[in-house]
């Protein structure tokens, strides 16, 4: 079936220090990847996303490159700050209905 | 503009009891779902609707049921509580559309615990 596999966390981090979270994703169709974040006591919410091979989602200072040879939409930001603490969660699309997500990356960054 | 608000945001349980998580969305999304959020696990899809009247089993329905009686609510309900269903539970809506078009919009989420 469909699903999607990212880095377990959690990931520890200082200011201004670069952020990479893996994930990588099996599906039988052709789909759109997502990254949504969750930040304390909230809800998920969309980070940014990428619908095709090669297509590059950014947000906030985060890209993810949409890479169809290597199945991986890995998350990257250059310089994080201590508001970019949160849960990351990786998730893919292939109907018009359903996503199915990873179990989510913890991501806590010191000033 | 509330979005998706769910309640209550915390409650427990008794093993057998059984319960309503309220659901509703303000922002005329056809498509509603609900998911349970366990720790290490991501998130699993228990129901979901894609229009009033409307619903069909995600990956983890047995223990639940909903109903989608209007598009802004969509409350899920929980028959005869068990411990392993101690969870987060998130509601969440969308307008649909194919794949990359479909972005969910998320409640804050109920902190449900089964004793």
């Known amino acids: 079936g469909d699903s999607v596999t990212q880095m377990e966390g959690p990931v520890t981090l200082s200011e201004e220090a670069f952020l990479t979270i893996n994930c990588t994703y099996t599906?039988?169709?052709?789909?759109?990847l997502f990254w949504y974040v969750q930040y304390p006591g909230e809800g998920l919410q969309l980070l940014l996303k990428?619908?095709?091979?090669?297509d590059k989602g950014s947000n906030k200072g985060f890209e993810a490159t949409y890479r169809k040879e290597t199945t991986s939409f890995h998350l990257e930001k250059g310089s994080v700050q201590v508001s970019d603490s949160a849960v990351y969660f990786c998730a893919l699309s292939v109907n018009d209905y359903k996503l199915s997500f990873g179990a989510g990356t913890t991501v806590t960054v010191r000033a | 503009n509330a979005g998706v608000t769910q309640t209550p945001k915390f409650r427990i349980l008794k093993i057998g009891q059984s319960m309503t998580l309220q659901c509703t969305q303000d922002?005329?999304?056809?498509?509603m779902y609900w998911y349970r959020q366990d720790p290490g696990m991501g998130l699993k899809l228990i129901y979901y609707?894609?229009?009033?009247?409307?619903?069909d089993k995600g990956e983890v329905p047995n223990g639940y049921n909903v109903s989608r009686s209007t598009t802004e609510d969509f409350p899920l309900r929980l028959e005869l509580a068990a411990p392993s269903q101690t969870s987060v539970y998130f509601c969440a809506s969308s307008f649909g559309g194919m794949r990359g078009a479909n972005v969910l919009t998320f409640g804050a989420g109920s902190r449900l615990t089964v004793l």
């Open positions: 990428a619908t095709k091979a090669d």
């Open positions: 609707s894609v229009g009033a009247g409307i619903t």
């Open positions: 599906a039988t169709g052709y789909p759109s």
């Open positions: 922002m005329n999304h056809n498509y």
